[in-house]
Nanobody, 129 residues
Framework: QVHMVESGGGLVPAGGSLRLSCTAS????????MGWFRQAPGKEREFVAA??????????HYADSVKGRFTISGDNAKNTVYLQMNSLKPEDTNIYYC????????????????????WGQGTQVTVSS
């Protein structure tokens, strides 16, 4: 059974920074991607960023709303992904979820939540104005 642990959420003022981390344990992954999504109450889950490892190459993908402000990175050997969030805005306030996609998703697939196999419990990010 895969266990996902997220951390790093919190309350920051607008313009501030936070770093989220997520580790997946309980299974060895060879070809996979890890993504970050966010969801506000009553709204659909929204793609934020994803990273894919494929035989030594690494690919990243971002939602337009976070490009230039957020950076996704990871440690393949530790099944860990990070999301560095800078220049945070009040509209970034959400619950942020980490997820694992087993396989090699294309760019479009990485941005869809329905293809991911495992999910974390979520961590709250609140940006005050």
């Amino acid at each position: 059974q895969v266990h996902m642990v997220e951390s790093g959420g919190g309350l920051v003022p607008a313009g501030g920074s936070l770093r989220l981390s997520c580790t997946a344990s309980g299974r060895a992954f060879r070809y996979y991607a890890m993504g970050w999504f966010r969801q506000a109450p009553g709204k659909e889950r929204e793609f934020v960023a994803a990273i894919r490892w494929d035989d030594g190459s690494v690919s990243t993908h971002y939602a337009d709303s976070v490009k230039g402000r957020f950076t996704i990175s990871g440690d393949n050997a530790k099944n860990t992904v990070y999301l560095q969030m800078n220049s945070l805005k009040p509209e970034d306030t959400n619950i942020y979820y980490c997820a694992v996609y087993v396989g090699i998703p294309d760019t479009a697939t990485m941005a869809r939540p329905d293809g991911y196999d495992y999910w974390g419990q979520g961590t709250q990010v609140t940006v005050s104005s």
